[in-house]
């Protein structure tokens, strides 16, 4: 896939920006709040926005929001620890993997497929990474052991790679459907020329 023009990354941006702001708030969901789309919009912006500054812009986002609902929205602190550090590697696997899969983005059934598997391999590293320094080194677990943390492993991480992919499903169904609707715009143009 081609790199996005000026305007069509800003509005990719926006989107993702959005959507970040209207999901962090809460990590699993409930009645009132979808879940957590962060690692989504991590594998989104690295397949559409590519850019190293748009994933530092998009880190420093996640940082201010959670710093924003700690303190003025009365969210739990209780996962901000020294591991919090390691959302930048674990991010970074999702906006990465993103990246190196963008230009074989074409919109075709197997490139698509593709980029959910890519998306489904870099869910899963950067759930590893965040949910193993958490367990490890974040202090809220007095003896850590691997049962434990195995345990950990198997309780959330499905939900969480689940949540992702289902987000990045949506991404891709509209690319899929504004690459319909360009074709159609710019067949029209033509056909009226």
Same mark, same amino acid.
């Given at each position: 896939?081609?790199? %996005?023009?000026?305007?069509?990354?800003? /509005?990719?941006?926006?989107?993702?920006?959005?959507?970040?702001?209207?999901? &962090?708030?809460?990590? *699993?969901?409930?009645? %009132?709040?979808?879940?957590?789309?962060?690692?989504?919009?991590?594998f989104l912006g690295g397949l559409y926005l &590519? @850019?190293?500054?748009?994933?530092?812009? =998009?880190?420093?986002?996640?940082?201010?929001?959670?710093w924003a609902v700690i303190t003025f929205a009365?969210?739990?602190?209780? /996962?901000?620890?020294?591991?919090?550090?390691?959302?930048? #590697?674990?991010?970074?696997?999702?906006?990465?993997?993103?990246?190196?899969?963008?230009?074989?983005?074409? $919109?075709?059934?197997?490139?698509?497929?593709?980029? %959910?598997?890519?998306?489904?391999?870099?869910?899963?590293? =950067?759930?590893?990474?965040?949910?193993?320094?958490?367990?490890?080194?974040?202090?809220?677990? #007095?003896?850590?052991?691997?049962?434990?943390?195995?345990?950990?492993? +198997? @309780? +959330? $991480?499905? *939900?969480?790679? @689940?949540?992702?992919? $289902?987000?990045?499903?949506? $991404? %891709?169904?509209?690319?899929v459907a504004v690459r319909a609707l360009a &074709? @159609?715009?710019?067949?029209?143009?033509?056909?009226?020329?």
């Open positions: 896939m081609k790199p %996005l023009s000026r305007t069509g990354f800003v /509005c990719v941006a926006a989107v993702l920006a959005a959507l970040m702001l209207a999901t &962090r708030v809460s990590h *699993m969901g409930d009645a %009132l709040h979808l879940p957590d789309a962060s690692m989504a919009v991590f &590519r @850019r190293h500054l748009a994933f530092v812009a =998009c880190l420093l986002l996640a940082v201010l929001i959670d009365g969210v739990s602190n209780f /996962c901000v620890t020294v591991a919090y550090a390691f959302l930048l #590697p674990a991010y970074a696997a999702l906006w990465y993997g993103g990246r190196l899969y963008a230009d074989r983005l074409d $919109g075709g059934a197997w490139s698509l497929l593709g980029a %959910l598997g890519v998306a489904l391999v870099s869910a899963s590293v =950067c759930f590893a990474i965040s949910n193993g320094s958490f367990y490890w080194l974040g202090g809220r677990f #007095p003896h850590p052991d691997l049962t434990g943390y195995l345990a950990g492993v +198997w @309780r +959330w $991480g499905p *939900m969480f790679v @689940r949540v992702t992919l $289902g987000y990045v499903v949506a $991404g %891709l169904l509209a690319h &074709r @159609r715009l710019h067949g029209g143009e033509a056909a009226r020329a």
